[in-house]
T-cell receptor, first 108, second 113 residues
Framework: RKEVEQDPGPFNVPEGATVAFNCTYS??????FFWYRQDCRKEPKLLMS???SGNEDGRFTAQLNRASQYISLLIRDSKLSDSATYLC?????????FGSGTRLLVRP | DTAVSQTPKYLVTQMGNDKSIKCEQN?????MYWYKQDSKKFLKIMFS???????INETVPNRFSPKSPDKAHLNLHINSLELGDSAVYFC????????????FGSGTRLTVV
């Protein structure tokens, strides 16, 4: 089993839609979780950290469920500029472990 | 100011050659990394360095030799390049605990012909 699993998508949604992604992870000892976005031919960029209590940053809401070992990202009022691949790595002893990423396409 | 900068951005070379990629960070981080992203877009850790010391070597062939002259620099030297080495190589850095996330460089696209 992969350490971090994501639905590769693509998720194809209209502008203004709400879309949610999930990630499951296998290492219960992981302490830190993140959402990154990666645009085509660019580096991954930190979108937000994920805290146990859940956290929100504008249109983005992240949640962590340690008991079920998954994290989620909710994007409200999708914009065309949200089109990207979303990655949910976990930090584990001097390395970030990535899944395959979930591709989001927001159409006009 | 670029936080994590790596050079060159593109590298096209023939099989069997030796090449180097350089990385520098000005964030004051003490841990640096090399990641490889292959054609399937999967990002995989290669090496982690903390305070110039090698912490992680993820079963990378010994043709790959990282070197960290100081906390702000981590270079990657690759000997006897093979076709399968073609990928995008990302340098990254973080604080030791990593809990504030990692910052990535813009990547080096290596093509071996």
């Amino acid at each position: 089993r992969k350490e971090v699993e994501q639905d590769p998508g693509p998720f194809n949604v209209p502008e203004g839609a709400t879309v949610a992604f999930n990630c499951t992870y296998s290492n219960s000892a992981s302490q830190s979780f993140f959402w990154y976005r990666q645009d085509c031919r660019k580096e991954p960029k930190l979108l937000m950290s994920v805290y146990s209590s859940g956290n929100e940053d504008g249109r983005f809401t992240a949640q962590l469920n340690r008991a079920s070992q998954y994290i989620s990202l909710l994007i409200r009022d999708s914009k065309l500029s949200d089109s990207a691949t979303y990655l949910c790595p976990m930090d584990s002893s001097y390395k970030l472990i990535f899944g395959s990423g979930t591709r989001l396409l927001v159409r006009p | 100011d670029t936080a994590v900068s790596q050079t060159p951005k593109y590298l096209v070379t023939q099989m069997g050659n030796d090449k180097s990629i350089k990385c520098e960070q000005n964030l004051g981080h003490d841990t640096m990394y090399w990641y490889k992203q292959d054609s399937k877009k999967f990002l995989k850790i290669m090496f982690s360095y903390n305070n110039k010391e090698l912490i992680i070597n993820e079963t990378v062939p010994n043709r790959f030799s990282p070197k960290s002259p100081d906390k702000a620099h981590l270079n990657l030297h690759i000997n006897s390049l093979e076709l399968g080495d073609s990928a995008v190589y990302f340098c990254a850095s973080s604080h030791q605990t990593g809990e504030r996330g990692y910052t990535f460089g813009s990547g080096t696209r290596l093509t071996v012909v």
